[in-house]
């Protein structure tokens, strides 16, 4: 450390005082007490008590000694209703709308009282003033105007002087209406605040900023002697408010009070620095007892720009060859927390005593937490619920997100796999809460209140009771874990094994208490809850709640946000996050008190948070040894502005390192399988047996198709996970329309017109047949096939259910695809026939595809049909499946990735295993000609099966009667052949290529490509 810490020098001062034990110090916060306390400890050189520690807020407890409390923000809010009802009456609303814009009010309320402001002189009439501009009002401020007021905000007039003597000064009914309404409630907000003061009174309750009001005037009526110490020593302050000032005031006009200022350093004396003009016109009005060391000059300053949040927090202890208390890690970004907690390195801390090697103390958002987003997916699911008769139904979506919540899966693991396997079974969208019956903590969650009940006080009580019994119930399971991973650690255990889910608890504990502050609140002050506006209370008290971590100042390494450095003085500072937004922090101030008023009246503005920054980060490097600042580059961010003012304004040379992310992706795996016999077992399951089915119609006997065949060209691995061990590959059911929900729908309706019954089929259709199934049956048919395939209703229900939310919206696209496909049919036909040999029939035949390689293989065609001497092939598509290639190797070339002619391979395929099965029959009927199609319904005109490049290609054509003679089928079947018998002469092992397809393979978790 370069200089003497400046609390070593306020200890030095007193710490031969005889009066030490009588003395109070004050201080901004709990650690630069502790520190203070401790620089005392080893001066003194007798036996004494130790002083009185305080921070502002317990002076002010200690002046004013009655029995009121401070509201809790629930409390507050309730309250501020109550007045906001009272004066605007009928044109109040419903207190859901109030919520956001009542929290701004009390916010508003409280820094009136902190800054001992006048309300009624604040609340004047904005109509008598000349220059108020809309665009004060900040975005999330205007989104609540608009939400609660029902009006509109135009932005492109925001910055005109809408208030100007009452009158709109720009045009328009709509916008006098703005003005109108607002007006009329600033015109009650000094009436409101009035009336509000006396609720609170009314229930024995106040403010912090009524409090320090309060304080101020019984501190001007206290003598020296009735506050009980010999002197009141106040160290370290920054910025005061108005109150704050009155009682330094009042205090050194007692003459019992001393004064310490940190800002003897180089930027406070620099002109540029709006930070310090505060705080030295203070040091000029309250004198310090003497003057503390001078620190002439910055320490090192490096900047690690990384591209990448989290890379900062891996970086953050890079250097550090021991755990010492001189050593801090700044974090103006709350969220890194976690981050850095994951992140501490094992050399360094290693598997006992985390505890006392690194210190935490800051405030951490509960809405950051697992259980308030767990509490958020949760109220979600409740707004959706409806009422189906006499039960609730929850939506499958909003169920499976609070089943595959972290914190659930972790202390419910057993419980959770048995309800999915249950609603899977079900196959249901809607999910009644009988599912849940059985699991008890799962039954909490889901029972819902109704609109009569959520006016009850009870009622609603007994629902946070739910809540809380489901938050205890889970403390409870994760100790259990920490309890059972704590049985189980070895010598090897990371130090953060355990941290996380110990952390969990008390954020749960938290939580806990937060639901009791609204049970208490709803008690204290009444319920004036409607709608959904319960649920949205959760979420309110989780985003105000900190989690407090407190520790002692001299063990371990120092986590910290940048209030908390106030008074401290480190040797090795590491500042996360030094990136412009966030050092400094933007200061948008969620106010309906226009900033200049803010500022004439002494209220806190952003010119003064701006400069209460400035002088935090400045006195914090100033004392430093040396200084790291670490910057975020990705997404274009820029480093923060303070270290430009080091290099232009202080002439301080920054060292720039610009670092790559450093990010390492598990291990890919080699997974090869080269057993014989294993082979053997899969050469005679696809070779051997006989085919057909069983008496309980199951196959007798596995075949291949030409989607397996395509999956083992692409991966033979992913071939050997789903069809030889048997790991599904289904996608999840979702309750958005997938691709193959889609193709479903399509072929289905596109075969209620050519197959419309099994006993009664119609053969041949004409133009005429299709022009009339488009005009009269489409729609129905389509509509009844959404209904049962997407929306899952039964049959009887299917035909007459309308379509809503996305399955009216995809309507429209279903129906064109089904048209074109039908219109490329009529232009096909044109004045003749098209007859339908089969649609959607079943085949399973040997396969034979060389004279050594002969497979069990099954398949179903879309669509065969006769037009003339032709036989067609079809197959819908409504994907972008490639409809043309020059070479059957093509075919077989997993590395074109995505671009396979997949689809042609199968078409193929199925032409050769028809002609094998019915090629004989074709031949009676005098068909000269089998051709594949591919139905593109995207593209249309890229329907087909065609060979050659873009400009010179035909479509595929084989003739019936000279059909194993084609130079092309023998080609196909070669390869084909070869490619099959490598199931059980070659390894089955991941594709070599890592290709597009394993962005969307289930399998990547066990080859973690």
């Known amino acids: 450390m370069r200089k003497t810490p400046f609390l070593a020098q306020v200890a030095k001062h007193y710490a031969d005082c005889e009066q030490l034990a009588d003395m109070a110090f004050v201080l901004p916060n709990r650690r630069s007490s502790q520190q203070l306390e ?76 902190m800054c001992m402001v006048d309300a009624k002189q604040l609340y004047i009439n904005l109509r008598d003033l000349k220059d108020i501009k809309a665009n004060y009002i900040d975005e999330d401020v205007q989104e609540a105007i608009k939400r609660i007021l029902s009006i509109h905000i135009d932005k492109q007039h925001g910055s005109e002087e809408m208030w100007r003597n009452g009158a709109s000064a720009v045009a328009g009914e709509q916008e006098k209406e703005i003005q109108k309404k607002y007006l009329t409630l600033w015109d ?91 705080i030295n016109a203070l040091a000029q009005e309250f004198k310090s007892p003497v003057e503390i060391e001078q620190i002439t000059e910055f320490p090192a300053v490096t900047l690690q720009s990384i591209p990448s949040s989290i890379g900062m927090a891996k970086c953050a202890f890079e250097g550090i060859e021991e755990v010492s208390s001189t050593t801090s890690i700044i974090l103006p970004d709350e969220t890194l927390l976690e981050p850095i907690l994951n992140s501490l390195p094992a050399q360094l801390f290693g598997t006992e005593g985390i505890d006392k090697k690194i210190n935490i103390t800051m405030g951490y958002s509960l809405r950051r937490s697992n259980i308030a987003t767990l509490m958020r997916l949760v109220t979600v699911a409740h707004k959706h619920a409806t009422r189906s008769g006499d039960r609730w139904m929850y939506y499958r979506e909003d169920v499976r997100d609070i089943l595959s919540h972290p914190i659930i899966k972790l202390a419910y693991t057993n419980e959770v796999l048995a309800i999915s396997n249950l609603i899977e079974s079900q196959n249901e969208y809607n999910i009644p809460e009988s599912t849940f019956e059985s699991y ?129 003085d480190f040797e090795d500072v590491r500042i996360l996050s030094a990136t412009e937004g966030t050092l400094p922090q933007n200061s948008i101030r969620q106010t309906l008190i226009p900033d200049r008023f803010r500022a004439a009246f002494g209220m806190p503005c952003i010119e003064s948070e701006d400069a209460t920054q400035v002088y935090n980060f400045y006195r914090l490097i100033s004392r430093a040894g040396k200084v790291t600042l670490y910057h975020d580059s990705s997404s274009n961010n820029e480093p923060s502005r303070y270290v430009e003012q080091l290099q232009k304004v202080y002439a301080q040379d920054v060292e720039i390192v610009k670092r790559t992310a450093n990010v390492t992706n598990m291990t890919q795996l080699e997974i090869q399988i080269d057993n ?140 064109t695809y089904v048209k074109r496909a039908l219109e490329k049919d009529m232009e096909v036909i044109g004045d003749g026939k098209l007859e339908v040999l089969e ?51 093509d075919l077989f070339d997993r590395d074109k990735k995505d671009r396979r002619a997949k689809a042609i391979l199968q078409l ?20 000269e000609t089998i051709e594949p199609h591919i139905y593109k319904l995207r593209e249309m005109a890229e329907s087909g099966v065609k060979r050659g490049d873009k400009r010179n290609c035909l479509q595929v054509a084989f003739n019936v009667s000279d059909f194993e003679n084609n130079q092309l089928i023998k080609d ?36 973690r490509r």
């Open 38 to 113: 401790r620089y005392l400890k080893a001066l003194l050189k007798r036996t004494t008590l130790m002083p009185r520690m305080m921070k502002m807020d317990d002076l002010v407890d200690h002046i004013v000694r009655d029995s009121k409390v401070i509201a809790s923000p629930i409390e507050a809010l309730f309250l501020a209703y109550q007045s906001y009802k009272e004066k605007l009456g009928d044109s109040a609303g419903e207190f859901d709308k109030f919520a956001f814009w009542g929290q701004l009010i009390v916010n508003d309320f409280n820094d009136i009282d």
């Open 188 to 278: 009650k907000l000094a009436e409101i605040y009035e009336d509000f003061e006396q609720r609170l009174s009314g229930n024995n309750l106040t403010t912090q900023g009524k409090r320090y009001r309060q304080a101020v005037e019984e501190l001007r009526n206290t003598s020296a002697e009735e506050l009980g110490f010999s002197r009141i020593v106040l160290v370290g302050h920054s910025m005061l408010t108005k109150s704050e000032h009155a009682l330094f005031k009042a205090l050194n006009d007692k003459g019992i009070s001393d004064f310490w200022w940190d800002n003897a350093f180089t930027a406070a004396s620099s002109v540029n620095n709006p930070g310090y003009t505060a």
């Open 440 to 568: 008890e903590p799962f039954k909490l969650l889901f029972t819902t209140l109704n609109n009569s009940q959520l006016n009850d006080k009870e009622q609603v009580k007994k629902f946070i009771n739910n809540l809380e019994k489901f938050c205890r119930g889970l403390y409870d399971k994760i100790e259990q874990k920490v309890d059972k991973k704590h049985d189980q650690e070895t010598e090897n255990s990371r130090p953060d094994d355990s941290h996380r889910v110990s952390l969990q608890r008390a954020f749960i504990d938290q939580y806990i208490g937060a639901l009791n502050q609204l049970r208490l609140a709803i008690d204290h002050v009444g319920l004036p809850v409607q709608g959904v506006t319960v649920f949205h209370l959760f979420d309110r008290l989780s985003a105000t709640a900190l989690i407090p971590f407190g520790g002692k100042s001299g063990e371990g390494i120092q986590v910290m946000g940048m209030l908390e450095t106030r008074c401290l």
């Open 676 to 815: 014989d016999d294993f082979k053997k077992a899969i050469k005679k399951k696809y070779t051997e047996g006989e085919l057909g089915r069983n008496a309980d119609n199951k196959k007798k006997t596995p075949c291949l198709s030409a989607s397996s065949i395509n999956e083992f060209i692409n991966c033979p691995l992913k071939f050997f996970f789903h069809h030889i061990k048997g790991l599904s590959d289904d996608n999840d059911a979702s309750d958005f329309m997938d691709s193959a929900q889609f193709g479903t729908i399509v072929h289905d309706t596109l075969q209620d017109l050519y197959y419309p019954d099994v006993e009664n089929r119609q053969r041949e259709f004409g133009k005429e047949d299709i022009e009339n199934f488009i005009k009269n049956h489409l729609k129905d048919r389509l509509t009844f096939n959404i209904n049962k395939t997407f929306v899952r209703l039964p049959e009887e229900q299917c035909a007459t259910h309308p379509l809503s939310g996305q399955a009216f919206i995809l309507y429209e696209t279903l129906e």
């Open 839 to 889: 649609c959607e029939e079943s085949h399973e035949l040997k396969l034979k595809l060389s004279d050594d390689v002969t497979i069990n293989f099954t398949f179903k065609i879309d669509r065969v049909d006769r037009i003339g001497s032709t036989v067609r092939i079809i197959d819908y598509k409504t994907g972008a499946d490639v409809t043309r290639f020059r070479n059957i190797e």
């Open 908 to 927: 193929l395929l199925y032409t050769v295993a028809y002609m094998r099965h019915k090629g004989e029959n074709l031949r009676e009927l005098g068909v």
């Open 972 to 1007: 196909f079947l070669g390869l084909m052949a070869s490619t099959i018998e490598k199931l059980w002469t070659g390894s089955i092992a991941q594709s070599e290529v890592a290709d597009y397809p394993c962005k969307y393979c289930h399998y990547t978790d066990f080859c």
